[in-house]
């Protein structure tokens, strides 16, 4: 077929490779001059099946609950008029109870479990490299009781297939002597072996590459998504900023867009923005820097080690669209980064980014066909889009074939 991807994100590329590589003819549109520019271009750089618990959680209602009110939390709601907001945040309240957050995270962990596999099999298929490090992701809590408490929903996730490790302060900094420093600051953690990290926009931009060379996928960037098309039960073409774009079928993977796109035609696709903020420093001193990614539980904040850089990532900021940052947004992470590695970096060198994390409300993405019969869903994968994004590709492209996909598809496939 001739299939019209929207969306040049890792999402959105990995889609168009899967479909390529099944033979299709893909063209990708793009608003950005680049792949990877968007929601991709700058995220914690985890790939981690073991930050598969769905933030919807009684924890989480509690704190976003604070977040109203207290901005100095890691989750910052900022009150505004916004009715789409109100409505997914209902949605959200409503995956707040137990039940729900077990049921989210077991299909994200089975979907982050099998996208992790993809990206490594791409990545042997392709020769792309990425500053991959394949040395596992440690996830430590400073207290004993944030320990005591916060490694319940890591248990969880072991029982369902994760392999961890629960470490004291001693063989936590055995995995990770970069943290040797502050060995007396942290109670313990988990030690997630299989979880690894990367640039994701090194990644996006080679695929992409690889598919125009090697497959004839056909990108159109710095060209916007006007609207669809559509007749009957059918999607007849994309309408773009540089004409119409036709099709024998069409997949929305336009990050935190994919909402207002959806909803236009009538399908419930409950996608939010949720910001977040990033740093990429130069290491000074690699020797003082981290060996692999981990996340401070406690001070929400994650980081990645690519190549002789330092990625830095934290908040959940709930401000609709805006992608704006100022010097103060960082002003925490770096106080936290500082701490855990004294002398591994310059702040004033840091490249600072902030972008849209497409959030579904129980924090599973949306896969498959939505309402029409040529048009698919492939978007709302919220804070681990990069480490669901190959395996996404993979499950779409079986969806369009017809063909029994790798892994069970409960709570994955679309339901309008």
């Known amino acids: 077929m001739k299939i019209t991807v929207l969306g040049a994100g890792v999402v959105g590329t990995a889609a168009a490779y899967c479909l390529a590589a099944d033979g299709h003819e893909v063209t990708v549109i793009e608003r950005h001059a680049a792949p990877a520019?968007?929601?991709?271009?700058?995220?914690?750089?985890?790939?981690?099946?073991g930050d598969a618990t769905a933030w919807a959680s009684p924890a989480a209602l509690k704190t976003f609950l604070r977040g109203l009110y207290n901005h100095d939390l890691g989750i910052k709601v900022r009150l505004r008029f916004d009715p789409y907001f109100l409505a997914w945040s209902l949605r959200f309240l409503r995956q707040c109870t137990v039940a729900r957050l077990r049921a989210n995270s077991q299909v994200k962990l089975r979907l982050a479990l099998y996208?992790?596999?993809?990206?490594?099999?791409?990545?042997?298929?392709?020769?792309?490299h990425y500053d991959e490090r394949k040395k596992g992701i440690l996830y430590f809590f400073r207290s004993q009781h944030s320990l005591d408490t916060g490694t319940d929903n890591y248990r969880y996730l072991a029982e369902h297939g994760l392999p961890i490790e629960?470490?004291?302060?001693?063989?936590?900094?055995?995995?990770?002597?970069?943290?040797a420093g502050v060995k007396e600051k942290i109670a313990g953690g988990v030690y997630s072996p299989i979880d690894q990290t990367g640039d994701s926009r090194q990644f996006v931009e080679k695929l992409a590459a690889h598919a125009a060379e090697k497959l004839g996928v056909k990108f159109l960037y710095g060209t916007t998504v006007e609207g669809l098309d559509i007749e009957g039960d059918r999607v007849r073409s994309v309408m773009t900023s540089a004409g119409p774009v036709t099709g024998d079928a069409v997949v929305i993977s336009m990050g935190p867009e994919s909402g207002l796109l959806g909803r236009r035609y009538g399908i419930d696709l409950p996608v939010y923005p949720v910001k977040g903020y990033t740093a990429t420093i130069p290491l000074e001193d690699e020797s003082k820097g981290p060996t692999m990614g981990g996340a401070d539980e406690d001070q929400l904040m994650a980081y990645s080690r690519?190549?002789?850089?330092?990625?830095?990532?934290?908040?959940?900021?709930?401000?609709g669209f805006d992608r704006t940052h100022k010097?103060?947004?960082?002003?925490?992470?770096?106080r936290t980064a500082r701490d855990l590695f004294p002398g591994a970096f310059d702040e004033k060198k840091a490249e600072l980014w902030a972008g849209l994390r497409p959030m579904m409300p129980g924090s599973v993405p949306v896969i498959g066909q939505a309402r029409y019969k040529n048009l698919y869903l492939d978007t709302g994968h919220g804070h681990v889009g990069w480490t669901m994004a190959c395996g996404?590709?993979?499950?779409?492209?079986?969806?369009?074939?017809?063909?029994?996909?790798?892994?069970?598809?409960?709570g994955l496939v679309y339901v309008n």
């Open 166 to 179: 629960i470490v004291g302060r001693d063989r936590l900094v055995q995995l990770e002597p970069g943290l």
């Open 306 to 319: 690519l190549g002789n850089r330092l990625r830095l990532a934290s908040t959940a900021e709930f401000t």
């Open 115 to 128: 996208s992790r596999d993809c990206i490594n099999a791409i990545s042997a298929d392709t020769g792309i």
């Open 392 to 410: 996404s590709g993979k499950f779409l492209a079986d969806l369009v074939a017809g063909r029994k996909p790798e892994i069970d598809p409960q």
């Open 327 to 334: 010097p103060s947004d960082f002003v925490t992470m770096f």
């Open 37 to 49: 520019r968007g929601t991709s271009q700058s995220n914690a750089g985890l790939v981690s099946p």
